[in-house]
């Protein structure tokens, strides 16, 4: 901040100048003190100069509603939304979600540092604000083929970058039980580090603290909270698109322990996003819950500047940001309008701010390389066994089953078994073209006839595919081949809809409208697959090759027991 700049906002904030907007009428929600108080809101530069009595240049009268501050999601993937950061922005700010912290670990682990940059240059220019933690785990493991692998001296030199944070989720934790060199070379960039403490018990936390690490998005049961609370960490209560935690986690939420928990959405399709909302959504269902409006806005906006050092974020109050929610009912959180440094720019659930320049698509495209491909490939050979391990499928949970059960085979061969609801699953490298193929089995996708594929495949996003034959999965591989990436639906050898992800094979290039009609064309497709509609396969499918999960998941190298942390057969042998 510049000196004059400085001596511009004092002046307004002692009355000896006019600010530059005045909110009058309004009922503030002050984060501070749990309580709603009343005073005209003077805004100079788009920062909150004070509260009392002031006259503006520009003065509005909120007419009785209640002011909130902008929500922040702690913890976002863009790329799960499909669309970039630019069109991303225009579909949560309409949700009063004025700041994200993302790691671009998709984009990462597809194009390295390539996509750390895109990911950058496209968010420079727009209204949201973007801040960035640093992917730590690329590849997720060792036990996959990404496209990527990314080292601390890869990372250095964005850590001098305005809007970079810190270290993103740590998923490795083994790595850090042995304090590996290179992950601890990843940790020391930053004193500020996220956590991926997925199934961990007591002693593991402990060693997760020691390293520095302060936050977890997995919790799935309020045990799970409580223990990392203890401990000192920030608990984010996440409810995304496949990962529904939220109802769960709030039991263990109390008004003595709240200022430790935050709301994040982690990874939420974009027509969820559109339709559902971003963390405006968390809150909602908080309030729902039991909980004090006042302390569940605060959860979605000061405590997650507190956790990452944002100290103008997340309240009404002199020297912060006019990150600004207008409402009309505080109870349903009923938004009116959205001012970002008191600037409007969300009216009537519709994005009405500035569109800012896109970044440039040419580094990050063409990312889809597979070698020769034969549906001979999809053979799981299962020899004179008849056992064989088994994915199984929790809905709208990360979480997975490690089953054993009995399979259909024809000459030695595992047959899928509609009956059964015991369907082929395949990842296909697309990266380097190794002509790597993981072969499984999963029950629980229900899926009648045909096929459907995506490169959206947590985290390396090689290619998953899944079917009840051998022909139509073929033929979605080499869909999403020609396709640059994307998701796509083929029965009886023919396409019956398709997405395409040009960007990495994670996003469109397109506007969010556009890939909002074809997200629903996708959805609508599912339907005549015979999928089940109380969750979305797609979704479903695409952390089925996510091994930092439990239980059983898939990769390129083949069945990974997460609890043995290795790579295990199909067959099962007796």
């Known amino acids: 901040m510049e000196k004059k700049q400085l001596e511009s906002r004092i002046l307004a904030a002692n009355k000896q100048q006019p600010a ?10 002050n984060v501070f003190t749990k309580e709603l108080t009343t005073g005209d809101i003077a805004i100079k530069d788009g920062v909150i100069v004070g509260i009392g009595e002031y006259e503006g240049v520009e003065e509005i009268d909120a007419k009785g509603r209640y002011v909130s501050p902008g929500l922040i999601d702690a913890h976002v993937h863009i790329e799960s939304s499909m669309v970039t950061p630019h069109q991303f922005s225009q579909i949560v700010l309409p949700h009063g979600v004025t700041t994200v912290i993302t790691d671009p670990h998709e984009i990462a682990n597809v194009l390295g540092v390539k996509g750390i940059d895109f990911m950058l240059e496209d968010s420079e220019q727009v209204m949201l604000d973007v801040f960035v933690m640093l992917p730590s785990c690329v590849p997720a493991t060792s036990f996959e083929n990404s496209g990527a692998a990314l080292s601390a001296k890869d990372l250095e030199h964005f850590i001098s970058h305005k809007r970079v944070l810190g270290i993103a989720e740590v998923m490795d934790f083994p790595a850090v039980l042995r304090a590996d060199s290179a992950m601890l ?24 603290r020691t390293a520095g690490i302060s936050t977890d998005h997995e919790c799935v049961t309020k045990e ?3 223990e990392r609370l203890r401990r000192g960490m920030y608990v984010m209560l996440r409810e995304g698109s496949v990962a529904k935690n939220l109802n769960a986690l709030l039991e263990a939420v109390t008004e003595a322990n709240a200022h430790r928990c935050m709301f994040c959405t982690d990874d939420k399709h974009l027509d969820d996003l559109i339709e559902e909302g971003s963390v405006d959504h968390n809150l909602r269902t908080a309030i729902r819950h039991g909980l004090n409006p006042i302390t569940a806005i605060s959860m979605a906006s000061l405590h997650a500047a507190q956790c990452y050092g944002l100290h103008t974020k997340g309240a009404v109050a002199p020297g912060y940001e006019a990150d600004l929610i207008l409402l009309d009912d505080l109870e349903e959180f009923k938004i009116y309008e959205v001012y970002k440094k008191g600037e409007l720019v969300a009216s009537g659930g519709a994005y009405t701010g500035p569109i800012s320049e896109r970044g440039q698509l040419g580094s990050v495209r063409n990312s889809v390389n597979i070698a020769d491909y034969t549906k001979e490939k999809f053979q799981i050979n299962m020899g004179k066994n008849v ?16 089953l054993v059960g009995e399979v259909e085979t024809y000459n030695g061969c595992f047959v899928p078994n509609l009956e059964r609801d015991q369907l082929k699953i395949a990842v296909v490298e697309r990266h380097k073209a190794t002509g790597n193929v993981g072969l499984g089995i999963v029950n629980g996708l ?19 595919a899944v079917g009840t034959n051998d022909e139509d999965m073929l033929l979605a591989v080499k869909a999403l081949e ?16 398709d997405l395409p992800l040009e960007v990495a094979g994670l996003m469109s290039k397109e506007n969010f409208e556009v890939v909002n009609q074809q997200v629903n064309a996708v959805n609508k497709s599912l339907i005549q697959l015979g999928a089940p509609t109380h969750f979305n396969a797609f979704l479903t499918l695409s952390f089925l090759a996510l091994p930092v999960i439990p239980q059983l998941k898939i990769t ?14 199909v067959p099962v042998s007796d």
């Open 482 to 497: 020609e396709m640059e990436g994307g998701l796509v639906v083929v029965k009886d050898g023919k396409r019956l809809a």
């Open 185 to 208: 070379d990843k940790l020391l960039l930053s004193s500020q580090r996220d956590g991926h403490a997925a199934g961990l018990k007591e002693n593991d936390l402990n060693v997760y």
């Open 446 to 464: 229900g899926l009648k006839t045909g096929a459907i594929a995506t490169t959206v495949a947590h985290d390396s996003h090689n290619i998953i």
């Open 387 to 402: 056992k064989a391990n088994i994915i199984g499928i929790n809905p709208n949970n990360l979480i997975t089953e490690h």
């Open 556 to 569: 390129d190298c083949g069945l990974f027991d997460m609890g043995e942390f290795k790579h295990i057969s």
């Open 224 to 226: 799970e909270v409580i």
């Open 20 to 29: 530059d907007l005045v909110i009058r009428n309004g009922r503030i929600v």
